[in-house]
Each structure stands twice: as structure tokens, then as C-alpha cells.
């Protein structure tokens, strides 16, 4: 059976270079000081890291479908698509829109047109506010070689800054606006429209921002037989609850970003009932969820195997490191 094969990256600050001519006076004045010295070297070097890496997921054929986030714009998205593209052959098309999130980082998608299509009128930003900013959930219902509609939903929710629990009423904002979306999907486009929800939700898939507000569970009999309210299955409770990287061992990663050396379980997939019944003509595969931890040298060699950042925006730079998150993998299963 065929399958689509779906990534998911915090890529960490990948942005346009200092006194970049895409960038708007605004945003120049808040990122500032913090791209001195972000030349057009280091931004080739950071891509290329990327690049590398992206290449060679899902044993060297790459995904399918990438999803992004922290792209300052369409500019920097393209030149990572092209630069993937000299390694793999993928002839990726991007799917980008600007946000006024403060620090100017978006969420962005990667996909192979000959495997989807994105028609006029399929791409939907929803705004997630918070008083320090805001960030996005961008919606993007691909049509499939087959014609069925497939809402994928790419999430950066807001972040901890300021204390996790001080900023926990954003992320149940941005769980309420992923719920709210997800029915409606179903509405407009059929209650039998599978759903993929991938992102960095800043929370873990325990938190009530995810559990009671975006409605998901790691129970797959909740998600099979919820009734009038949808639910979503979090494909991330297995590694989580095991304690062990997917198809991996104890010392491997266990989380996708690491904070005051505890793994935290940040970067998701979630999928909705029309993805985990058994005929689905698009179907999640749980068993194939992992966390990319290749190349070695991505995994930090000290007591805890925490991501090798690559730093910029007013943090050291590292040209041999990457980013502050793991991205994750996963394939889907197509039916006829």
C-alpha cells in the first residue's frame, strides 16, 4: 500500500538575514541588536544544516510533507526547499503566509506537488493572540492524487515565556482555536475529512491545553467513538509513557526539546478519527512515529542527548549545530 511520508520541525529562528530589504521596519526595530552579525554566510550554513537532515529522513527519500515553524519568510522557506531539493531531487512547493507574531516566525509547510495539491483558496491562517503577541495555526486542505480533501493543521503555540504556568491560558486559547477548527473542517467539508494536527505545542500531550481544550487523548477508542465533539488521538503517548525514543533505546533522545535537562515531549502528532479507522483512505500508521536523532552529530554527547542548536538571534552560533528541537516523523497510509 502506498503511503505519504509527514514530517514536523522547529527549525529554530530561521531568519532572513541583518538589514534583510523583506523584512519590515517594525520587525527590524524588534529583532534589532539580536541578527547583528546574521549574514548571508551563516544563513547558507544554518539551510544547509537543515537541509541535510531533512534529506535524509525516512532512510534517505525525505518527506513528503514538511511542516515548519520559526521561518521568518517565504525568502529563507525556498532557499531550505532548494536546498533539500539539490540533495534529494524533491521538487517541494512551499505553503507560507506572514503572521504578525512579534519575533516574525511562522509556521510554513514543504509538500511534493506530485503527491498533493493545494487548490485556490485552501490556505487559512487562525490567529492565536496573546498580550506579549501572537502566533498562528495555519490550515491547509491538500487534495490528494485521489481527490480527497485533507486538513492539515501546522501549530506554534504560544510559548512558556514568563512561567508554564503563567502562560498556560494562551495554549488553551490555541487548544480551543484547533478544536473549534477541526469540527469545522468536518462541517464544511464532510464528516469523513481526515485531520492532521502537527506542531510545537509548547505543552505535553498530558497538559490541559491539549487534553481538555484541543480535545486529545491517548486512548484511540475515545477519538473511534466520540459522538457530537470530535476528539483527536495523540500519537506521541507511546514514546512518552515508555520512557524510550520510538524503535529506539533508554539513551536515546526521549523528548523533542530539552529544558533545565528534562526531556520534554513539545513536537506532536495528532490525527483525527477519519485517520484511524480501519478503510480510512488516509490513515496514520502509529507504529511508524519516531524522533529523528540522525545524524549523530545532531545529539549532544554530554549526559543528556539534548539537540545541538545552532544559535543566532543574540545566542552564540554554533555552524556545526542545527536546532533547539527534534524533529519527528510519521507515514499515512493511502487507500483507493
Not at 6 to 35: H, I, Q, Y
Request: charged share 20%; proline share 7%.
Amino acid at each position: 500500500m502506498a503511503a505519504i511520508r509527514v514530517a514536523w520541525w522547529n527549525v529554530e529562528n530561521l531568519l532572513d538575514v541583518e538589514g534583510s530589504p523583506r523584512r519590515t521596519e517594525k520587525l527590524e526595530r524588534v529583532l534589532g541588536a539580536s541578527l547583528e552579525g546574521w549574514t548571508a554566510a551563516l544563513l547558507d550554513r544554518k539551510v544547509d544544516r537543515l537541509a541535510s537532515v531533512v534529506a535524509g529522513m525516512h532512510g534517505g527519500r525525505g518527506p513528503d510533507l514538511l511542516g515548519v515553524c520559526e521561518v521568518e519568510n517565504e525568502h529563507v522557506l525556498r532557499l531550505l526547499a532548494e536546498a533539500v531539493r539539490s540533495r534529494s531531487g524533491r521538487p517541494y512547493r512551499v505553503v507560507h503566509a506572514d503572521t504578525s507574531d512579534r519575533r516574525g516566525i511562522d509556521v510554513a509547510f514543504l509538500y511534493d506537488p506530485d503527491l498533493l495539491a493545494v487548490p485556490p483558496d485552501a490556505v487559512f491562517q487562525h490567529v492565536v493572540m496573546r498580550r506579549t503577541g501572537t502566533r498562528e495555526i495555519l490550515q491547509v486542505n491538500f487534495r490528494t492524487r485521489a481527490g480527497t480533501t485533507w486538513a492539515v493543521f501546522g501549530n506554534h503555540w504560544p510559548s512558556r515565556s514568563g512561567g508554564r504556568w503563567e502562560s498556560a491560558a494562551y495554549r488553551a486559547v490555541a487548544g480551543e482555536t484547533l478544536a473549534y477548527f477541526h469540527q469545522r473542517a468536518l462541517e464544511v467539508h464532510g464528516p469523513r475529512t481526515p485531520v492532521l494536527a502537527m506542531g510545537d505545542f509548547n505543552d505535553e500531550p498530558f497538559d490541559a491545553s491539549l487534553v481538555q481544550h484541543a480535545l486529545s487523548t491517548r486512548q484511540r477508542a475515545k477519538v473511534l467513538n466520540a459522538s457530537s465533539t470530535p476528539r483527536l488521538w495523540n500519537l506521541m503517548w507511546p514514546p512518552l509513557g515508555s520512557g524510550e525514543a520510538p524503535g529506539g533505546s533508554s539513551s536515546e533522545p526521549t523528548g523533542t526539546f530539552y529544558f533545565d535537562n528534562f526531556a520534554n515531549m513539545l513536537d506532536q502528532f495528532l490525527v483525527n478519527r477519519n485517520m484511524v479507522t480501519r478503510g480510512s483512505v488516509l490513515r496514520a500508521v502509529p507504529e511508524s512515529v519516531r524522533i529523528v536523532h540522525e545524524p549523530e552529530d545532531m545529539v549532544s554527547t554530554g549526559v543528556y542527548p539534548s539537540p545541538v542548536r545552532f544559535g543566532g538571534a543574540g545566542k552564540p552560533v554554533n555552524p556545526d549545530g542545527y536546532a533547539d528541537h527534534f524533529p519527528i516523523t510519521m507515514e499515512v497510509s493511502v487507500g483507493e
